[in-house]
């Protein structure tokens, strides 16, 4: 946070918590004010997703009627208008569909360095989007990956996340 440090400089010697923006070279405001951010999503109805990946497994909701596998689980089907859907367990490994690389990071995201983000196909077919863990230059479009579940650095929860397969 350079800019924040400018910014607190710039109050005492100038009188506004202005800084120069590196590469643009213009005049910038620096808003010291910190914003904390908190919301409520409700999951009540995806329950058991939650439930199983705090015991390292992976589910998520079948349409009965149509078979359409969703992930993250829906409690509805789009296709077939109902609500009854199945919970099924995902198999693990798949192939490596894309990466990319996020150096700018949205605010919920600033405290990590750039991460990846990639898309694995698993083998039955699902694609779950999820960070990617390891060097990106290792891995290419193709590779055998598998899904995770560990506890995340820095908030602590559980979440899944996509690993190479070794060899
Ligand atoms: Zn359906």
């Not at 993250?72 to 990319?100: A, F, H, V, Y």
């Not at 919920?108 to 779950?128: E, Q």
Request: proline residues 7%; charged residues 30%; contains cysteine.
């Amino acid at each position: 946070m350079e800019y924040r440090k400018a910014g607190e400089k710039n109050i005492k010697e100038y009188g506004f918590p202005v800084t120069i923006d590196e590469k643009l070279g213009t005049l910038q405001w620096v808003d010291l004010r910190e914003l904390t951010l908190s919301y409520l999503i409700c999951i009540e109805n995806i329950a058991p997703f939650f439930e199983n990946m705090r015991e390292g497994k992976l589910v998520t909701t079948r349409c009965p009627e149509c078979g359409e596998i969703f992930f993250p689980p829906q409690k509805d089907c789009p296709n077939c208008m109902i609500s009854e859907m199945e919970w099924i367990e995902l198999g693990r490994e798949g192939t490596l569909e894309t990466l990319t690389v996020v150096f700018v990071r949205p605010p919920t995201f600033a405290r990590y360095d750039p991460y990846v983000v990639a898309i694995v196909r698993l083998d039955d077919g699902v694609k779950i989007t999820a960070w990617l863990r390891g060097d990106p230059e290792k891995v290419k479009i193709g590779d055998r990956v598998r899904i995770e579940i560990k506890r995340r650095e820095k908030e602590g929860h559980y979440m899944y996340e996509i690993v190479p397969v070794e060899g």
